[in-house]
């Protein structure tokens, strides 16, 4: 009789665990399937401390703005895509211009900075990104300087001045080269690029995730005393611009 209650209770108490054990399993899967909480933007302000973040680094290891303290630091923010399959031209051609800049100039040197690229696609689409910059650059140069010119009609020539106007130094990359002299940080997530208020699935007329080209400029002290949000893809400030910026920060220490 007592074994015969003891082996009642033990099978009321499996019972008990096995259901415990699928509610948890039931909980745990639509806790996976629940849509994740948005982001909230909370845009940066200048005079204010930049928020800390850590990011991958497409190169390897992990960054974080705040081991950077002591330094000015050059955030840039590319659009990446500007629509299906097609990289913001403008994009491609201020980064390879700054690569340019700091080979010739050692602008980190100049003006105590270190520069951001922040993209907000995981690291394969990222490495996309700079596989394609090479062909990029080349199309670029063959759009400004046809083989014969008197052959385009009215649409092509000014395209042909447009590029010009627009990328006026001709860059060239090998193929298969990779240009990263500074740290690319992955924002595959897109929580800093949301936070920011940057990341967008609709702008400038083009359906396709993208994040609004944009320069941020960070003190030494971690103090936010530049930001500039593209209204277009044309109009964000030029290095020289961003340069006396920096001057300007330098010298007020």
Do not use: H
Not at 78 to 104: D, F, H, S
Not at 127 to 135: D, M, R, S
Not at 190 to 217: A, H, M
Request: glycine fraction near 6%; charge should be positive.
């Amino acid at each position: 009789m007592i074994n015969k209650k003891k082996a009642t209770i033990l099978v009321a108490a499996l019972v008990v665990l096995a259901v415990a054990a699928i509610i948890i399993l039931f909980q745990g899967q639509a806790a996976a399937e629940a849509p994740q909480a948005e982001v909230r933007p909370n845009p940066a302000v200048v005079g204010q401390p930049m928020p800390d973040f850590t990011l991958p680094v497409y190169q390897g290891g992990s960054l974080s703005l705040s081991s950077l303290r002591g330094k000015n630091v050059l955030i840039l923010f590319p659009r990446g895509y500007a629509a299906e399959n097609y990289w913001c031209t403008i994009c491609n051609y201020r980064y390879v211009e700054l690569a340019e800049l700091e080979k010739a100039k050692k602008i980190r040197e100049k003006y105590n900075v270190e520069v951001l690229v922040i993209f907000p696609y995981p690291q394969d689409i990222v490495k996309a990104w700079l596989e394609a910059l090479p062909g990029q650059l080349e199309s670029v140069r063959n759009t400004k300087n046809p083989a014969d010119p008197s052959k385009l009609d009215e649409k092509g020539k000014l395209r042909m001045e447009r590029f010009r106007e627009l990328f006026p130094a001709d860059y060239s990359l090998e193929k298969g080269a990779i240009l990263a002299p500074f740290p690319i940080l992955v924002d595959g997530e897109r929580k800093l690029s949301k936070g920011l208020g940057l990341f967008q699935t609709e702008w400038n007329g083009s359906k396709v995730d993208q994040n609004i080209p944009s320069v941020y400029i960070i003190d030494a002290n971690g103090v936010l005393q530049f930001k500039y949000l593209g209204q277009n893809t044309v109009d964000r400030p030029g290095y020289d611009y961003l340069f006396k910026v920096l001057e300007v920060i330098n010298a007020a220490k």
